[in-house]
């Protein structure tokens, strides 16, 4: 398992980004029509929150610096389950929902080491079939088994 | 390593399988046939809705008549995309339908940056239901007739729909813009909220669907002063027409269509307009559609797109004038 | 006494044996779909309206509102054993009855969850049942000025959520406010950080970001500890799922505010029982001489949101029924339902169709005994879940999620962004910024700002109305009260503990 290395400015990326998303918000906010406190527009409470939001992240940096992650972000099972679930979303319509789902078994299951196949492959068919059976054919999900 | 081959496997096997899915999809259908398989029916709302709720109704005699099932799926999102894509992605073969209604005219304008264009990407079968909206007062505010509270409210004048975008909505907006007066519309999440907020007396007026108020209006929660359409409604025959009380070009109708997509076979699309003809016109689906409060009828494909563009027309020019945003 | 009559007569209709099997079929199909996260009650009631088209309208609204209500009494099941919630609102029951479980408490945690359930709605069927038009005029009374208010109050909850720095809770709660407001802005139509993408036009889908945030981020977590969770040793015979005598005591009088808070919040159309849930947590944190051991297992932390969640949704039919205005979008489906059989819902239901009426009243309570003796034998086999390997139980869960979320509204991008929450809500997490808050903020956000805005407008731009308005004004100053009482309190515990650690 790699871990990403544990960098002292690590813990500043969250205020960082919330300081980011804040700005971006008021920005983005100023174009819809702000209005006045008791006429507000659309761009009012955006433009409110987005600066609060600045503000904490603000805070957060001068305060809580000394805060590291609680542990380490393991690399293998994040890419695992990104994978897996990306593959699910965008295939299911167009591949199906046996392949979709068994696809994002095999993926995920990648996440823990010493991946057991026989199991996999099984817990695989299973969920598949067994998910088509409830979700598609007995509640109706509109899709289709394959393509 | 392993797990490498493995996952290129999985990938290939899925793309293969997807190919093959294009494949059988490609197969031509002999329309001699039509139909030789049930037919899917698209519908961009949730279940219940009066959408929903008509199309299943006309759904059953509907499939009968044609020999096949008619199968709803539900595809509700923002502007019917969801519904709208969906139809595009799948066969001009006939098999699969979709329904079209007012709103879509209005999402034509309020979504216009979209990767189709429903004018040229699908063409009509018939209409299938026509509605009226209601204007509404409280039965206690004293109220005689439309043009007295104009008279009496003017600018003052506060109406609730549902959000902005909605027929009802821009319905209200057009109102506003043909009567003259400046009233405040307040927009509210849900029918049910508008009713609410009619019940509370803080609003004077209500614009929505007749079906959806039916309730109130049967049990004198809320009383009719006006309805929308061209004449009046036979449920209600003591309501006049908004045009008869005095506002000028002054007509509102929202209808349900069946479409299809453009290069779908014109025998199919023959054979499916004779069919909904006949259902919608049987004594039973104009009795059970009359009790729900909309009108059950069917048009030609013609007239059906050139309502269709009236609508996209109308509405473009009230959603400008009301200066409503668009995605 | 008119009522009881009336009720007789409804319980007559409702102990046919099709409507008892269709209740049946309701209570089970409700309970395992709120047990699977991801997909809740609502697409399930959408997915089987069209089977209660061939059916009398009576048992199919049974079965129907069977599923809806029936779904709040498994929902907890996956908070508490997996850390992952079956529903939005059951995302509170995660927070003590996880604790509980990792502490060899799952059995009682289910138990316990199961009664309150029962509780809840019980109490909500009976105010239904003898009071249901006086509080259905009650609730349609409030106005936005009112819904603002109670939103507010509902806000200062917040705070009882985070765990650690307050600082961070805050941010939370604030990007969860503006995340809410994604969307279409109800006022004035206008398209609010949409991105021209026409998924987001409706806003973010509360279920993928549910899902993801407490579901996806908890397997991520495990997995990126590589602690995965011990197989329960537990012991399931009946003695060690009864709780002991204080445990009781704690349990009925959380139970009892938790119901109130409910059936209250449940009863107002347009709240819904993420709210209510959320209130209740907080009312009883609040509240609490011992606020510390909330998080970690506390009795009063799943006896409440379990009550109120069950007594909310039962409450939600009190206006749903009585005037016609239903009071959630679940209602709403389901009137639709009653559409096609030429029943137009509205207040002459009660009279025109008293026997229907007073036939799905109690249909409830049967239903909800039904649950009961359903639910608590079968806890024994939920403990024994988590024996299931993890390897096994991880990807099995994702794959629910996934389904669960896209059946929503047969839409994929609801699942990419159940992925984008689950990795947010995962690294966020991992710098001590906590999730509960978040999903307060987006669930009130919306609400607040357009109750505000509508209450301006329908004022005239009087910012008197918040004042003048009875109901309002209760409310602002419950939110003063409580504000002055967390203070008055936080400085006496400082006084007295100069030197503590404050989070």
């Known amino acids: ?147 | 390593m392993k797990q490498a081959v493995i996952l290129i496997g999985t990938l290939t096997i899925s793309l293969l399988l997807t190919a093959c899915g294009e494949q059988s999809q490609t197969a031509v259908e002999s329309t001699a046939d039509y139909p030789s398989k049930p037919i899917r029916v698209i519908i961009p709302f949730g279940p219940g809705g009066l959408a929903d709720v008509t199309l299943r109704l006309a759904g059953e005699p509907l499939g009968e008549g044609l020999g096949q099932r008619l199968v709803i799926e539900n595809r509700p999102g923002a502007g019917g995309v969801a519904a709208t894509t969906n139809i595009l992605n799948s066969e001009a073969d006939g098999y699969t339908l979709i329904v079209l209604t007012n709103g879509t005219t209005i999402a034509e304008t309020l979504f216009d940056k979209l990767p189709y264009q429903i004018t040229e990407d699908l063409v009509p079968v018939s209409s299938v239901t026509w509605f009226d909206l209601v204007l509404l007062v409280h039965p206690d505010a004293g109220v005689e007739s439309l043009e007295a509270l104009l008279a009496e409210k003017g600018n003052d004048l506060k109406i609730a729909t549902i959000n902005p975008g909605s027929t009802q909505n821009l319905t209200a907006e057009l109102f506003n813009t043909r009567s003259g007066i400046d009233a405040t519309i307040i927009p509210y999440r849900t029918t049910p909220d508008v009713l609410g907020a009619l019940l509370r007396q803080e609003v004077d007026l209500v614009i929505d669907a007749y079906t959806a108020l039916k309730g109130a209006i049967d049990s004198g929660q809320a009383r009719p002063v006006a309805v929308t359409g061209e004449s009046r409604n036979p449920a209600m025959p003591d309501v006049p027409t908004v045009t008869e009380a005095g506002i000028e070009d002054f007509v509102v109708t929202g209808w349900n269509a069946l479409y299809a997509k453009a290069g779908t076979p014109p025998e199919i699309l023959r054979q499916l307009n004779d069919s909904v003809a006949r259902v919608v016109n049987t004594q039973d689906i104009q009795n059970r559609f009359r009790e729900l409060g909309v009108e059950a009828r069917a048009t030609s494909a013609e007239q059906m797109q050139e309502r269709l563009l009236d609508d996209i027309e109308k509405w473009r020019q009230v959603i400008e004038t009301a200066g409503i945003d668009t995605l | 006494m008119e009522t009881l009559s009336y009720l007789a007569i409804g319980f007559e209709q409702a102990l046919t044996p099709q409507a008892l099997l269709f209740c049946l079929l309701g209570v089970s199909l409700g309970t395992f779909i709120g047990v699977l996260p991801g997909i809740g009650s609502l697409t399930t009631i959408a997915l089987c309206l069209p089977l209660t088209f061939h059916l009398e309208p009576l048992p199919g609204l049974i079965m129907l509102a069977g599923i809806f209500y029936g779904a709040q009494y498994g929902s907890s099941t996956a908070s508490i054993l997996l850390n992952v919630p079956g529903s939005a609102p059951a995302a509170i029951t995660c927070l003590d009855g996880y604790p509980m479980s990792q502490q060899g408490r799952a059995g009682i945690a289910l138990f316990i969850t199961t009664i309150a359930s029962f509780i809840g709605g019980s109490f909500a069927i009976l105010l239904l049942v003898f009071f249901a038009p006086i509080l259905a005029d009650f609730a349609i009374s409030f106005s936005a000025a009112d819904y603002f208010s109670i939103m507010i109050l509902a806000l200062t909850a917040a705070s009882t959520l985070s765990v650690g720095s307050p600082l961070k809770g805050l941010t939370m709660v604030v990007l969860g406010l503006l995340l809410g407001l994604v969307g279409t802005d109800i006022n004035s139509g206008q398209f609010r950080f949409t991105f021209g993408i026409p998924a987001l036009a409706d806003g973010i889908n509360l279920v993928a970001l549910a899902m993801g945030l407490f579901g996806v981020a908890e397997i991520l977590n495990n997995l990126s500890n590589g602690n995965v969770p011990l197989a329960s040793r537990e012991d399931i015979s009946l003695k060690n799922m009864l709780p002991s005598k204080q445990d009781w005591k704690a349990f009925r009088n959380a139970c009892l505010r938790g119901s109130v808070i409910g059936s209250f919040i449940g009863m107002l159309p347009g709240t819904g029982p993420t709210i209510a849930t959320f209130m209740a947590y907080a009312g009883e944190k609040k509240l609490s001489d011992t606020p510390e051991k909330f998080g970690k297992g506390a009795i009063e932390g799943i006896s409440a949101p379990e009550a109120a969640n069950n007594a909310s949704v039962q409450a939600a039919f009190i206006p749903t029924l009585t005037l016609g205005v239903p009071g959630d979008a679940i209602m709403a489906v389901m009137l639709g339902g009653l559409l096609v059989h030429g029943i137009t819902p509205g207040p002459q239901l009660v009279t025109t169709d008293a026997a229907l009426f007073w036939g799905v009243v109690a249909s409830f309570w049967i239903g909800n005994a039904l649950l009961l003796v359903l639910n608590l034998p079968m806890i024994g086999l939920w403990v024994k879940l988590l024996s299931i390997p993890y390897r096994i139980l991880f990807p099995s869960v994702l794959f629910l999620i996934c389904i669960g979320v896209y059946s929503v509204n047969n839409s994929s991008v609801d699942v990419l962004l159940t992925l984008g929450f689950g990795l947010l809500g995962f690294f966020l997490n991992r710098f001590g910024y906590p999730s509960a808050p978040l999903l307060l903020g987006f669930v009130l956000g919306p609400l607040i700002e357009e109750n505000f805005r509508r209450a301006l407008v329908l004022s005239g731009s009087n910012l008197a109305t918040f004042i003048t308005r009875p109901i309002s004004l209760v409310f602002l100053l419950m939110t003063l009260a409580l504000l002055s009482f967390t203070f008055w309190r936080g400085s006496i515990r400082h006084l007295n503990n100069p030197s503590g650690v404050n989070p």
């Not at chain 1, 205020?15 to 009012?44: H, N």
Request: a positive charge.
């Open chain 1, 1 to 147: 398992m790699k871990q990403i290395l544990k960098h002292s400015l690590v813990p500043l990326l969250p205020p960082l980004a919330f300081i980011l998303v804040g700005l971006a918000t008021a920005f983005t906010a100023v174009t819809y029509e702000i209005g006045t406190f008791t006429r507000m527009g659309p761009g009012f409470v955006p433009m409110v929150l987005g600066s609060i939001l600045i503000l904490l992240g603000g805070l957060t940096l001068c305060r809580d610096r000394q805060s590291e992650p609680q542990t380490g972000i393991a690399l293998r099972p994040f890419i695992a389950v990104t994978t897996g679930i990306l593959f699910w979303a965008l295939l299911v319509e167009f591949a199906g929902f046996l392949p979709g789902s068994a696809g994002l078994v095999l993926l995920t299951s990648l996440a823990l080491p010493h991946t057991r196949w026989h199991s996999v492959l099984i817990l695989a068919t299973v969920l598949s079939v067994a998910g088509y059976l409830l979700f598609v054919l007995q509640l109706g999900v509109p899709l289709n088994a394959v393509g």
